[in-house]
């Protein structure tokens, strides 16, 4: 035959090159699998070092046709990491003189200018990543600089394909609308229409040439399609994303990259950490032992009451979505006690509970911080201008956290007697949803139980809540003498996104103050 198309299949053993001052980096991705048809330069594997992680190239283009590494292992310059079998189509044919004079194909080369395009409302932006080096063959879209503002970080493509043959900006640099980030040349090729025109004549020829002249064009649509999602258990990201994901504890291959073939992005790992903070986070502990707890002994089962179940499950999402820190204190309440005892002789009787109320109220106005949440976001702290306390209450059911609405206004009397009766409704489970809602912060007083200190959690959406347990007695040292001393522990537990120890502790030292001058309740 004077016409054919031949195909020729070569193994390439991809070596690990050399990649600077580094012995034995260790394996901590494969990023192919068995099967994957390459381009030049498609990342294969990568390595990390007690300095830094990089992704290794494929210098051939192929398929894998075996993987010679594993996750875990310590690889040195030289090593054999893939080998890849590669399809040379070789095409044997005698053109026809007007085929000859026809068929003008050109190569044209120009060098492109990659400038900031219009990334919205951002102005001066920081490069704090630069993805692409000079002398890289990059496609179009491929990601070539990370830029980061207050407000979000993003990756910039590159509008054309070809090779980088100059970066424009440094690590740090301040970015604007148009500013030159690197300089492509972009390699066009440009045939006549008589060029055009041959294909179809020479696929004509033979019922086998179509599917062999056409192969390449299909594989290179279906790599398209395959890099756009990795798959399971693989995951593409830069090094500053692994960096994060190991700082947070997250597992790279739970996160699907929406960038170029599958990349993770900064805003893929954030959507993910959120996704798994806003359903609960429960998912990803590890179970408790499944225990027939029969085989030991006598066993009852006793369901668990609606109350049980509701608050079981808002103070799992507390405890998980809120980074705790609890504060204890000791109050002198001698002066309060004494106060107390004059009322009851006169008939009036009221629980130390409502000195905590009011003395409360005094120290939120002096710290609005804790009588507060956090918005949607968590970027922005909502304010409350109201001042209403849940008080956490015992009932047969389980426990209750009811709010007294406008506590600032109301006589300490006033106090005891809605305490009373909203206490009454609760054992007598007559408490409306109106009566649990509207709290901005939450006393819980064991003081009528028993114990010397425990750790509340915060009640979310609040960020703060005051533990109050048993009054004791006790020396405390004035100077002088040992003074025996009426106390009472607190315990201030709140949310360490908002509030930060030296805010812990004023709080307590105010409200400290306040309780142990009664003249600061009743003015």
């Not at 890289?136 to 979000?152: P, Q, R």
């Not at 005892?341 to 939120?364: D, N, R």
């Not at 607190?490 to 120890?501: E, N, Q, W």
Request: glycine content about 8%; aromatic content about 4%.
């Amino acid at each position: 035959m004077s016409d054919g198309i031949y195909t020729m299949s070569t193994i390439k053993n991809i070596e690990l090159p050399d990649i600077g001052d580094f012995d034995e980096v260790e394996v901590i991705e494969i990023l192919v699998s068995v099967g994957d048809k390459l381009e030049t330069d498609d990342s294969i594997i990568t390595l990390e070092s007690d300095k830094a992680s990089m992704e290794i190239p494929t210098p051939s283009a192929g398929v894998v046709s075996s993987i010679n590494v594993n996750i875990g292992d310590k690889i040195k310059q030289g090593d054999v990491v893939v080998t890849l079998e590669s399809e040379e189509n070789s095409e044997k044919k005698i053109p026809s003189d007007t085929e000859k004079t026809s068929v003008s194909t050109q190569t044209a080369s120009s060098i492109i200018a990659v400038n900031v395009p219009d990334i919205g409302d951002f102005d001066e932006v920081e490069v704090i990543e630069i993805l692409a080096s000079v002398g890289d063959e990059v496609s179009e879209e491929d990601s070539i600089i990370t830029l980061e503002s207050d407000k979000a970080s993003m990756e910039i493509p590159t509008p054309v394909a070809g090779k980088i043959v100059e970066i424009s900006v440094n690590l740090g640099d301040k970015l604007s609308l148009g500013d030159l980030i690197l300089s492509v040349e972009s390699t066009s090729v440009n045939s006549s229409k008589a060029a055009a025109e041959v294909a179809p004549t020479k696929t004509s020829q033979s019922t086998s040439a179509p599917a062999q002249a056409v192969q390449p064009v299909a594989a290179k649509s279906v790599l398209d399609q395959s890099v756009s999602t990795l798959p399971t258990g693989e995951s593409h990201a830069s090094p500053s994303i692994r960096k994060m994901a190991r700082e947070i504890g997250v597992d790279l291959s739970r996160v699907t990259g929406t960038g170029q073939k599958g990349r993770v992005l900064d805003k893929d790992l954030k959507a993910y950490v959120k996704q798994i903070i806003t359903s609960g986070g429960g998912s990803s502990l590890p179970k408790t032992p499944v225990i027939d707890f029969s085989k030991f002994g006598e066993t009852e089962t006793l369901a668990l009451s609606r109350i049980n179940k509701l608050s079981g499950k808002h103070l799992t999402a507390c405890w998980l979505n809120i980074p705790h820190v609890t504060q204890f204190d000791e109050v002198n309440i001698d002066q309060m006690e004494a106060f107390r005892q004059e009322q009851k002789a006169k008939g009036v009787k009221l629980t130390p509970l409502v000195f905590i109320m009011k003395a409360v109220i005094q120290a939120l106005k002096n710290h609005p911080r804790f009588n507060a949440s956090l918005d949607e976001s968590g970027e922005n702290l909502i304010i409350k201008k109201y001042f209403n306390l849940g008080i956490a209450m015992d009932t047969p059911n389980g426990l209750v956290v009811p709010v007294i609405k406008n506590v600032e206004r109301k006589s300490l009397t006033e106090l005891a007697t809605e305490l009373a009766e909203t206490s009454a409704k609760a054992r007598d489970g007559k408490l409306k949803p109106g009566d649990m809602q509207g709290a901005g912060f939450t006393i819980s007083s064991l003081g009528g139980i028993g114990g010397t200190q425990f750790t509340p959690i915060v009640n979310s959406p609040e960020v703060a809540i005051l533990g109050v347990s048993k009054s004791q007695t006790k020396p405390i040292w004035d100077g002088k003498n040992f003074v025996p001393t009426l106390t009472l522990p607190l315990a201030l537990s709140y949310d360490h996104r908002v509030i930060d120890g030296a805010q812990g502790g004023r709080f307590m030292a105010d409200l400290n103050s306040i309780l142990s001058d009664i003249r600061e309740i009743l003015l």
